[in-house]
Nanobody
Framework: QAQLVESGGGLVQAGGSLRLSCAAS????????MGWFRQAPGKEREFVSG????????YFADSVKGRFTTSTDNAKNTVYLQMSSLKPEDTAVYYC?????????????????WGQGTQVTVSS
């Protein structure tokens, strides 16, 4: 089993930046895939970004393209979500999630491992 622990959320003004981290431990293999999701109050959990464990392929939701980037540090078993030009509508609890294989990467139902979530609040 893999375990995921997130950090880095907080309160930021619109236009600001935050970096989220997701430290992974346990059964991590080269075909592991990491996704970032978010859930705002009263809304369903939605896909934000995804990255292969080797970091060679990345995917983003249209709503964050050009503002968010994601990267991996395999030496630290950590994945990052760098968020810039933040907007109030980015306010949500952000989750990292993991699974084996990259198919259906935007489907919340196929992820088997989840972090505890971290709150990101963007003030206007």
């Amino acid at each position: 089993q893999a375990q995921l622990v997130e950090s880095g959320g907080g309160l930021v003004q619109a236009g600001g930046s935050l970096r989220l981290s997701c430290a992974a431990s346990g059964l991590i293999f080269n075909n592991y895939f990491m996704g970032w999701f978010r859930q705002a109050p009263g809304k369903e959990r939605e896909f934000v970004s995804g990255i292969t464990w080797r970091g060679d392929l990345t995917y983003f939701a249209d709503s964050v393209k050009g503002r968010f980037t994601t990267s991996t540090d395999n030496a630290k078993n950590t994945v990052y979500l760098q968020m810039s030009s933040l907007k109030p509508e980015d306010t949500a609890v952000y989750y990292c999630a993991g699974k084996y294989g990259s198919s259906r990467y935007s489907d919340v139902k196929v992820y088997t491992h989840w972090g505890q979530g971290t709150q990101v609040t963007v003030s206007s």
